[in-house]
């Protein structure tokens, strides 16, 4: 019917919120400094990310709906348990001087990399496992609520959706969203 169902409850703005894989979760990520974790049945929080020293970002679930990845204007990306809350890692993303605000974080789509882009459009790959660098370019293009899928990233820039290949480090396409009157 349009009302509200469950109220989200953060002390600040939240910057985006997705869905689990398994749809059993929603993750909100927050201008108060928290990653949340809420179960879509009952609208209850599962689990509170507190370990972070600016604003949160982003927030994407792993493809088994286990892990969490957070990107933070602290310059990191973290990886959390979600069952149990704990910190699994801290990936420094750290592009250079004065350019640690990480803007996106997500899992590839078989779980095996995170990919981020700060606010300079520098994206970073790393290996979930072991946490190595698996490929850096800029994309020149700044990208709000990246979602990748076999190597290639869609996202939102201004009004357009945009999908670049990783391989290629180019834009392939570029699609203008427009909202109909009424």
């Not at 349009?2 to 869905?19: E, K, P, W, Y």
């Not at 420094?92 to 995170?114: C, E, L, M």
Request: hydrophobic share 35%; with cysteine; aromatic share 8%.
């Amino acid at each position: 019917s349009g009302g509200i169902i469950h109220r989200l409850t953060h002390s600040s703005n939240v910057r985006m919120a997705s869905f689990s894989p398994d749809g059993s979760y929603v993750a909100t990520a927050s201008h108060d400094r928290t990653a949340k974790v809420w179960s879509v049945e009952s609208g209850k929080l599962v689990k509170a990310f507190k370990e972070n020293k600016s604003y949160v970002i982003s927030a994407s679930f792993s493809p088994d709906s286990q892990h969490l990845v957070t990107a933070s204007f602290d310059g990191t990306n973290k990886i959390w348990d979600v069952p149990n809350g704990k910190l699994l890692s801290i990936l420094k993303t750290t592009y250079g001087p004065n350019h640690n605000n990480i803007i996106s974080a997500t899992y590839s789509q078989d779980g095996v990399g995170i990919v981020t882009q700060d606010l300079n459009d520098r994206v970073k790959i790393r290996n979930t496992k072991n946490e190595s660098l698996l490929n850096a370019f800029e994309l020149k293009a700044t990208l709000s609520d990246i979602d990748w899928v076999n190597k290639r990233l869609l996202g939102v820039r201004n009004a357009f959706l945009c999908l670049f290949d990783l391989e290629l480090q180019q834009e392939l396409f570029k699609w203008v969203a427009v909202g109909q009157g009424d």
